[in-house]
């Protein structure tokens, strides 16, 4: 053996041997029991974080154990397209390229995003592979696949038939910058300091911190038992304001609090979730005054003929402006109108913004497509009751059921193009012969002259407007050829079809939230893997992944699975916590202590990665890892080799030098007790590994490794107090017990002791 372990020497070889071996694949053997995770799956062009590096230690070690118990194992990966995640970068290059999505239809863009994501596909898979990763390279499956897509489409559209899924206007969180509209999950929830407004409003006095959205006030509403406004229920009023009166009802609401602001709220159902819920009540009207691009629309006022030329004027300062810029210019009329009483300059809000680009999210009235929850949430709730799925990580498991008993319906649309197009398809008359709507939503086929569309020409020029305008100068296929985006009325009538109804139907835009898609991952791969394999493989026995992605991704997971396959998709849920810095701290390119695993793996090897990263860790609870903890478990690979180079130098007789053996068959007098040791070794880490105590058992063998056989028991031979026969049956066991923690260096030393006849089986892999 060389003096030194060098992990840049063996790593690549020694993964390239396990490939060619076949090991990755599960055994053929029909009687063995089965042992499956299905990979949580990375974005496909991303390099990964030290929290991929994570699960795939863990889930690595999980497959590598059942492996080694000879039972059929598939840990089966993939990769992710990712959805607003990938545009979003994908959006940043193109603006780095003085473009933007606007130049291009839909379906170029959406090619050129697939290029750039296929371009760089194998970053993502090549790093795996280096942290160690031994999944089933053959089954590899990727979220837009064919196939994977029609499983998607499929259970979309049994949900359909099934009555759970339903369109309708509603308020969505929608970021003007990203152009897509976000479920509850996913808005990020901030307080930020603003100034509050208390506003005259005829008799009342209102106070709001959002002055922009009074034009489009429906309402104002107090507390039924509110004794100061009583006499004003039920009576209609003209409230002064910016553009002229307002005409207002006062209405009762148990949800005003009479002790914030005045006790007095405006109603405004466009741009505020309540007031919309407020409004279904009372049958207020829905008027936004805020586009989708974030600015202000007073379109509606300037079409006024009779309205005054100082109103008039306004509504053309306000209109087209963002909304911070109108906000203060509107506190500065408000000024000068008198009817603004004062300002608190220091109120502080919640509001919520878009995760991926900071951007305050808006309120706005959309027609999206939602699925009925409470169903599935019945279905995923008996499964947790019945134990049918456990959760590992302290309290996890109560912060899922209250989830599940809350949840409100979901909406599924987002308005992207990476992602898989909703099978939705509105007819549009252009004076052919009127054709079959097989499937049809019999909502109102009027609503479809009235879908807005955006579209490039044939000379690529940017047009919008109403299908039916547009169809007097456009043809409906030149429409289609160049179609951006599409809005539909709520009214609209639709058909639900995995292909083309006819060709005179032009298809939704929207994507599926692409927590809809992978949440049938599970299922979704193993239908679309090796014939056989959902009946041999499904349910998986654990699915691993981060705490932080169990209400976004695992309880979709059991939603979708038990309503496709009657069955939970996993039995088992292993949640690991963040990867913090030695200090504690979060990680983040700010502070300056991100851990790169490919960098740390070139320095110190994946191994010392792998045992830093786990070492110590439970369920559901952050962990520490720096520098100084991985170059300690490189000292720890280190002494593995060491070790074994030790004995087997002394197994043959190296310079003169052998263990000392009594003359009875190579038995030594602590031979007993030290093989007596080894077996309750072997008991207690196999235990916490059936456990899944990954982080205790990493602890238990690195203290039993090092300071009881390396400190003791090779000091011990030495003296001839245990044999050279026990020694090397020792290191075989810790070997085996290692291998799922610091793979490569134990199957280094594995192919040593086979080449020298001290081992049988080839592999250590499969051993």
Known sequence: MDKRYQHDQYEKQIYNLWEKSGGFSPISDLKAKPFTIIMPPPNANDPLHIGHAMFVTVEDILIRVARMQGRATLWLPGTDHAGIETQFVFEKKLKEEGKSRFDFDRETLYGKIWDYVRENSDVAVEQLKRIGASADWSRFKFTLDKDIVEVVLDTFQKLVKDGLVYRDLSLVNYCTHCGTAFSELEVKHIERKAPFLYIKYGPFTIGTARPETKFRDTALAAHPDDTRYKKWFGKTLDVPGLLGPITMTVIKDPGVDPEFGTGMMKVTPAHDPHDFELGKKYNLPVTPIIGFDGKMDFSWFLKKKDAPQKYQERARQYHGMRVAEARKLMIQHLKNDGLLERIDENHVHTI???????????????????????????????????????????????????????????????????????????????????????????????????????????????????????????????????????????????????????????????????????????FATLRTSRKGDIERFYPTQVMETAYDILIFWVMRMLMLGLYRTGKVPFEQVYLHGLVRDEKGQKMSKSKGNVINPVSVIEKYGADALRMALVMSTTAGRDSATGEEKIRGMRNFTNKIWNAARFILMKQEGDKGETLRQSRQGGIAQGDKKFLETLNKIVEKVTGQLNGLKAGLAAETLYKEFWHRFCDKCIEKAKSGEISAKSLTEGLVVFLKLLHPFVPFVTEAVWQELYEKGLVKEKLLLTA
């Open 352 to 522: 919520g913004v878009c995760y991926r680009c900071g951007t305050v999210l808006e309120p706005l009235p959309l027609a999206q497509f939602f699925i009925k929850v409470k169903p599935l949430t019945n279905l995923a709730l008996k499964a947790l009751k019945n134990k049918d799925v456990v959760i590992y990580g302290a309290g996890h498991d109560k912060i899922l059921k209250h989830w599940l008993e809350d949840l409100k319906d979901w909406n599924i649309s987002r308005q992207i193009v990476w992602g898989i197009r909703q099978p939705i398809w509105y007819k549009i008359e252009t004076g052919n012969r009127k054709q079959e709507t097989p499937n049809s939503f019999a909502t109102g086929q009027a609503g479809n002259n009235d879908i807005e569309v955006r579209f490039l020409d044939k000379k690529r020029d940017l047009i919008s407007g109403k299908i039916a305008e547009l169809l007097k100068k456009y043809s409906l296929k030149e429409i289609k050829e160049g179609l951006q985006e599409l809005r539909a009325p709520v009214e609209a009538e639709f058909v639900v079809s995995a292909t083309t109804p006819g060709e005179n139907f032009i298809q939704e835009t929207d994507t599926f939230d692409t927590w809809f898609s992978s949440g049938q991952w599970p």
